[in-house]
């Protein structure tokens, strides 16, 4: 391939970000070559500099980070050097960004069709109507459901699966030379991730687009890149043809990411039979307005157990975790805690009752106050809680601290933004424990970790549980993370229980069709594992996945 194709060219690039008056490297001289149609995937660890050298590749670098050495070309176009009306005009209409939390990166206040047309008008691309029937044809392809109705829609109106591809049919817009993919499918259960990869992958091949895709799934990329380039703490450690580098990688580092998910929780006792469960559902049903939600759903959480609640976007999980906190109150049904029924509306519920149940959330960047420091963000519940101030407070939350792993002195005066995705995690979790509850919800809490700090928080959870005597209601679309700790799996479709029991039953055949294509979903280690599932379903060539049912 001539150096013609070449489209992006980055040389010996050095960034830094600033911390307490000291710059600290956090790129160390990488280089990086792209050429016109190719997929180049970035792996490596939490911290490793993956998001910091995709947003380099387009000029930019987030506050508090600089560009202190290199080069970074764009179509032969040095960003460095280039004006910022310049780098305008190429942001958003050659050069497209998708960003991991769609939650915290749409404009809440503005429907999804405004934000989408937002830049194929201001770019002279198309009018406000020609992008308008554009973005229905692009969530059609990109199966958001009610195409033609959705992007009227805000942004708190639809899933976070559904947000996740709303936001990379707005890359998609002006149809740019050049797309970063931040971690996109990161939000997505197994079925919606196969159809939006293959969409993405048609993209790509039809527009001759060039993609850098980030990632902490090694299986997706797999899938995605035709090279994959290796990072830990701002270094490269290698870089190879992706059947190569799955094959045969050459740095211990990159076998150790390779060998990752090994935890697994030793298999428990069934609960006794006259065991009073710590929440029980009994023949909930919900909805939001008009719109039914949930029907009759019905499931039992016994003491010291993990129950894991599995289902694509839209299913209903999130839901049914929002009416066991009384954060959507059930039209039908009955929650119980302890075997005493609870007030369907959480403003009906005593102190204790909201003390015994308590959420750790999937973003933990929109979870927590960034305003506020480690301490008082885990201090509030001690306080409301436990009635705790003063010394005895800030003894507790540094027990809590301690707890998760996480050195108090060290922590407890730092903001949000000072922490890595997997502290910040583990400092929700410890928010979560200030209440002493008896039952904890954990939506997702490990899809937007890459995979070594995703096991250390599953270890983590795992050995407070035992410590502590918790139970735990498990939201996941990852199939992985349901092996290592679920002790009994309920599986959601359409708001609706299809089945449920002990996981070693649910893994193994014969299994609810829905079932089935959720397991079949979970994408291998293998190039050729999405090409050839998608042929098995009927999917001839890719592009024809945006269409078809899969």
Same mark, same amino acid.
């Given at each position: ?6 489209l ?37 660890e ?31 176009i ?12 190429l ?29 194929p008008?201001?770019?002279g ?49 002006c ?23 293959a ?30 380039? #290796? ?13 190569r580098?799955l ?12 060998? #990752? ?62 009416c ?18 609870l ?28 305003r ?5 963000i ?10 705790l ?22 922590f ?56 502590l ?25 359409n ?32 190039p050729?594992?999405?090409t ?8 001839e ?8 049912k899969i």
């Amino acid at each position: 391939m001539s150096t013609r194709d070449l489209l992006v060219q980055i040389r010996d690039l050095h960034i830094e970000g600033r911390s307490d008056e000291t710059w600290t490297p956090i790129i160390k001289g990488v280089d990086l070559d792209l050429r016109k149609g190719e997929v180049l995937g970035l792996i490596g660890e939490s911290g490793a500099g993956k998001s910091t050298l995709g947003l380099a590749a387009m000029g930019f670098t987030r506050d508090g980070v600089r560009i202190s050495g290199g080069s970074v070309a764009f179509d032969g176009i040095e960003l460095l050097q280039a004006s910022a009306s310049a780098k305008r005009h190429l942001l958003g209409k050659r050069i497209a960004y998708v960003a991991q939390s769609a939650a915290a990166s749409f404009n809440p206040a503005h429907r999804l069709i405004d934000q989408h047309t937002e830049a194929p008008v201001q770019h002279g691309v198309m009018s406000k109507a020609e992008s308008e029937k554009d973005a229905v044809r692009l969530y059609e392809q990109l199966r958001l459901p009610n195409p033609e109705e959705i992007g009227f829609r805000y942004p708190h109106q639809v899933s976070g699966g559904q947000l996740q591809r709303a936001m990379t049919a707005m890359a998609m817009s002006c149809r740019p030379d050049l797309i970063i993919f931040d971690e996109p499918t990161t939000a997505l259960d197994v079925t919606t991730q196969i159809e939006v990869l293959a969409a993405i992958r048609d993209i790509v091949d039809q527009y001759d687009t060039a993609a850098i895709y980030i990632t902490h799934d090694l299986a997706v990329v797999a899938q995605m890149a035709d090279r994959i380039k #290796v990072l830990l703490r701002g270094d490269e450690v290698e870089e190879a043809e992706t059947r190569r580098m799955l094959s045969h990688p050459s740095e211990d580092y990159t076998k150790s990411l390779w060998a #990752v998910r090994s935890f697994k929780r030793p298999e428990k006792p069934a609960p006794e039979t006259d065991a009073v469960p710590v929440v029980s559902v009994r023949g909930v049903s919900a909805a939001y307005g008009t719109q039914p939600v949930l029907h009759d759903v019905s499931f039992d959480i016994h003491r010291g157990r993990t129950v894991a609640v599995v289902g694509e976007s839209g299913s209903g999980k999130s839901t049914m975790a929002r009416c066991i906190t009384g954060l959507l109150p059930p039209f039908e049904g009955v929650i119980e805690f302890d075997g005493e029924a609870l007030p369907l509306d959480y403003r009906k519920r005593s102190k204790m009752q909201l003390r015994q149940a308590q959420m750790i959330y999937q973003m933990a960047d929109t979870a927590l106050n960034p305003r506020k420091t480690i301490a008082e963000i885990i201090g509030r519940p001690v306080e409301f809680y436990m009635g705790l101030r003063g010394r005895d407070k800030r003894r507790r939350v540094d027990d809590l601290l301690e707890q998760i792993e996480l050195d108090p002195a060290e922590f407890r005066d730092r903001l949000p933004s000072e922490l890595s995705g997997g502290q910040k995690q583990r400092v929700g979790i410890a928010r979560a424990l200030a209440a002493e509850p008896s039952f904890i919800i954990c939506d997702e809490v490990t899809s937007a970790l890459d995979q070594l700090v995703a096991e250390g928080i599953l270890k983590l959870l795992a050995r407070l549980q035992d410590e502590l005597g918790l139970s735990y209601m498990f939201i996941t679309h990852d199939l992985a993370t349901v092996r290592a700790i679920a002790d009994e799996v309920v599986v959601m479709k359409n708001g609706e229980v299809v089945e449920q029991g002990v996981k070693r039953d649910m893994f193994k055949p014969p299994h609810h069709p829905y079932t089935d294509l959720l397991l079949s979903s979970v994408p291998e280690m293998d190039p050729d594992w999405l090409t050839n599932l998608l042929r098995e379903r009927g999917v001839e060539n890719i592009g024809d996945a945006a269409s078809e049912k899969i």
